[in-house]
């Protein structure tokens, strides 16, 4: 009786690709499968969740550089300053400040609280001889070339730290640990734009966490991250994604992963930071089309992370476009396990880092990520004509 049961099932699936227009046979074995990854991926995220346990130390202490790329910061940079200057960290520590071309008032800014406090340095990232360097990723450079310690840790300019910030990232590391992906969010200030990027990030990170916690990393953000300065000579600096507008994060971190490097996930609420707050729909798909540019050349770099971002384009795709081809047991199954498996990782990441979701902002979530996420696909294509800061990305 079960094994009749499937066979009907079977058939049922196999006609609807045979009946439907703009759906062949072929499509069947290219979609099942996308299917399939994608929703082992939410089950491994939900066990990886479920694994995470904090294990820091935070009696080490190590000489850090902090490294922060500025261009055009002036309206942050004080308040970055402050937050720097209040870390009550007793190792060894510089913040390396990277004017990157700013045209305000970034550069005076830096000059003036260096020649009051010697621990902050002023760097230019024009003062890098490599050429093929482009973009955020020259001024990084710039920043590591003229730091002294072995423990590099970075952040954005507009990023909000607690004083425990550098005790805390930097307690992760020890004699077998070389790279640690930090935790960043966004606050909830006003406006849906707001809202939908701050449960999106906290899910991104939620799986972030999960992943490295499976030994298995796949991101990591530029706004809160360190690694060891031996790594980074090791891997060749940024050589191989010079190119790029992105790349300084989730890229590099694979191109690191390739050397079998060990990857932590740092847990520590005091480790956690805010990143910029996007009030506007429009500020928000920028950033986020910038991002997915990494994204749609992610198979350069782990094609095992590519074929999972596919899978979750190939998935959103079908809950758009099954409703105007087929509505029926398919459709209804496939929203629901979905709505079920990512509610799972947002309620279960949003308990173990102590964030709150609630369920009606989670529906939002999800009802908006549906065709988020296919856009940012499409839009992936087109990273080349969005500019950031006056700049363009050509790949």
């Known amino acids: 009786m079960m094994k009749t049961f499937l066979f009907l099932k079977f058939s049922t699936i ?3 690709f045979e009946i439907s227009p703009f759906i062949s046979i072929p499509l069947f074995f290219l979609i099942l499968p996308s299917i399939l990854i994608y929703f082992i991926f939410l089950v491994i995220n939900i066990i990886g969740l479920l694994k995470l346990s904090d294990k820091s130390k935070l009696s080490i202490n190590q000489s850090v550089s902090i490294i922060v790329a500025i261009r055009n910061g002036e309206k942050s940079l004080l308040r970055l300053i402050q937050s720097l200057a209040d870390q ?3 190792g060894k520590l510089e913040f390396i400040l990277v004017d990157d071309q700013s045209t305000d008032n970034t550069k005076d800014i830096i000059q003036k ?13 024009n003062e890098v001889d490599y050429k093929l360097l482009k973009f955020k990723k020259r001024a990084l450079h710039a920043g590591i070339k003229k730091s002294q310690n072995e423990i590099l840790l970075f952040t954005d300019v507009d990023c909000t730290l607690s004083p425990s910030w550098v005790k805390s990232m930097v307690s992760y590391f020890d004699s077998k640990v070389d790279y640690v992906i930090g935790f960043s969010r966004a606050k909830y200030t ?9 449960i999106d990030f906290l899910i991104l990170m939620f799986s972030s966490a999960a992943t490295c916690q499976l030994k298995y990393p ?5 706004q809160n991250q360190a690694f060891r300065k031996k790594l980074f000579k090791q891997v060749g600096g940024y050589n191989k994604i010079a190119h790029l507008l992105m790349g300084d994060d989730s890229i590099f971190l694979q ?7 060990k990857v932590k996930f740092a847990l520590n609420k005091d480790s956690f ?8 729909w ?3 798909l920028l950033q986020r089309i910038r991002w997915a540019g990494d994204g749609k050349i992610m198979w350069r770099y782990n094609f095992g992370f590519f074929l999972i971002m596919c899978s979750t384009v190939i998935v959103n795709l079908l809950v758009l476009v099954l409703p105007f081809l087929y509505v029926g047991l398919i459709l209804l199954g496939l929203i629901s396990l979905k709505f079920i498996l990512e509610m799972l990782v947002a309620l279960i990441g949003a308990k173990k880092f102590n964030e709150k979701i609630s369920f009606l902002e989670f529906i939002f979530w999800f009802t908006i990520n549906v065709p988020y996420v296919v856009i940012m696909c499409i839009s992936s294509f087109f990273v080349q004509f969005i500019s950031w800061q006056g700049r363009h990305q050509k790949c």
């Open 190 to 198: 006003h406006g849906l734009a707001n809202l939908f990027q701050r």
């Open 14 to 16: 196999i006609q609807f």
């Open 255 to 261: 191109l690191c992963v390739k050397q079998g490097v």
């Open 282 to 284: 429009k500020s928000l």
């Open 88 to 90: 009550d960290y007793k």
């Open 113 to 125: 609280i260096q020649a009051r406090d010697s621990r902050f340095k002023y760097v230019s990232s």
């Open 218 to 222: 796949l991101a990591s953000s530029g």
């Open 273 to 280: 930071v805010y990143c910029r707050p996007e009030k506007k």
